[in-house]
């Protein structure tokens, strides 16, 4: 459809000293029929009370249900807050803890760690190269699986001259 | 809700808004849940009404927005009058008992029917100014809109009916007023 700058008016419309609009007659008229027609459907077709009635119960309806759904929507993020609280509390203590946990260099050079907590020398050959690596002399037993710290408690057993001893 | 209760507004309001929607939808069905479904808005979004206009000119906006939404979506003609529109025969309005058909035909002998035919603006003005004796001020409160604009779409609205009526062959001094029961004109 092509534009009608027609639809676009400027605000040109014939004014009264009193502000109010100057219309001819012949607008006057439908202005005055416009107000009698509305006034006529109007009465011939009121409002209808037990449709009132309806939508009172609609309305309290509605507003209970916005209200259930309000506090539906609070709580449900208000849990959504905690459980993201939570998960982002484990992950940094889990972080924390895998900063803060000695590793097996530690152990080694720690004045702390009593050399009884070395292995037997000839142990870390007998170990998988990815435990031994680490250091010759020190073992982080945290990183064994079962089977293989079955398999260091045997090798202790085995060998009682040779002073050995776990700490945790 | 805070600035409103809900079931003082709907008893003192309904009728009003119901009447427009009257005059906006032409038929008394479609006014219906016109007018019930500005009140559910209100219901929904009443928290949004600040209480800086009246609760009144807050509700002709919804419905102003919410018959626009209509029109867009089934255009001039609504799906429940359009059925009727297409369906009646030409001497329906003399058929004792169609009391569905001569409703619609009540409001399409109306000057209402031609006033739909405007633009929306225009429309809308025409509506609050001459249904709903609303004040200029008023008007352009729901329209939000500036004064001058409000009188430019009345005056305008009010020279395209004139237009339209000229089109239909019909003079608007010679309109007949509603003639009480007397349907045997109607279309």
New interface residues.
Partial sequence: MPFDPSLIHPDDAPLRADGDLDLPDDLSVLAEQLADDAAHLSARYPADRELQVALAADLIQSAERIKRRSWRSAAFVAGAALASLAAIGLTLSMWAAANNRPTTTDLATSPDVPASATLPDELPALLPGSLAAPSPTALSLGELSAPEMEALFDLLQRDPNHASSISF | ?GLFD??ET??QH??RI??AA??LCGN?WD??DL??ET??VL??QGSNFQGRSSIYTWLYGILLNLDRRERRRYGMRRRKLRVLWDNQPADVGTTPGADAAA?VS??KK???AR?AKL?DGQRQA?VL???E?LRYEEIAEVLEC?L??V??????G??G??RI?EEEGED??Q?P??PGEDLSHAV
Wanted: charged residues 25%; without cysteine; proline residues 6%.
């Fill in positions: 809700m809900l079931d709907a008893r309904f009728a119901h009447r009257l005059v008394p006014a219906d007018a019930q009140f559910l219901a929904r409703e009540e409001w109306s000057l209402w006033v633009p025409l100014r001459f249904s004796s500036p001058g604009t009188k430019s779409r009345i005056f305008h009010l020279a009916l004139r009526l608007a001094r309109l007023a509603y």
